[in-house]
Structure formats: C-alpha cells, structure tokens
C-alpha cells in the first residue's frame, strides 16, 4: 500500500497584529497557500488561525511551548516582504504567466 501525501506551497510573511488570546499586538507568521487561504500562528502565544476561525488547540502538555518555539523559529527564517517575489509565486501557483 502507497500512500501519496501532496502539500501545497505556501508563502510566509511576517505580520504584527492584534492577538485576540494575548490581548495585545504580536509578531505572526502569515502562511498563505492558494487553495486553503491563510493561517496566522502568534509568535507569542502559539495559538493559530485559519481564515479568521481559530484553529483547536492540540490535548497534549506543552503544545503551547513547541508552537511558539516553531512560531518564532519560521519568523526568523523570513525574509523582508518582497511585492514581486509574491506576485511572481501566486502567478506559478496558478498556472498564470506574468
């Protein structure tokens, strides 16, 4: 037995915004994909949403830990927000030329 697990792309930005948990502006990582829209995870306290919905929080110790570890881990990894590598990467996504 195969079992094929496909992943879409995804392009990351950083955001700061208003978190709804910490009550405060925070550092997020934006995580767009074409066909499943965006996810924003909090550098500060690991909750993430999916187009504006949170998402459940895992029943497991020390999930909040190893989500903003991962959080402010991918937020470093970033690079600056560049309009044209984003332009040029949602026009592959869909099969556009530019």
């Known amino acids: 037995m195969r079992l094929y697990v496909c992943r879409p792309a995804t392009f990351y930005r950083r955001r700061v915004a208003y978190c709804p948990t910490c009550r405060r502006r925070r550092r997020f990582v934006w995580a767009e994909q074409v066909w499943y829209g965006v996810r924003l995870t909090c550098c ?25 570890r991962l959080a402010r881990e991918r937020w470093a990894q970033i690079p600056p ?8 990467w949602l026009a592959e996504q869909l099969g556009d030329p530019l």
């Open 44 to 68: 500060g306290c690991g909750d993430s949403w999916d187009d504006g919905q949170r998402e459940p929080r895992p029943f497991r110790r020390g999930w909040r830990k190893g989500a903003v």
């Open 81 to 88: 927000y560049d309009r044209e590598e984003h332009r040029a």
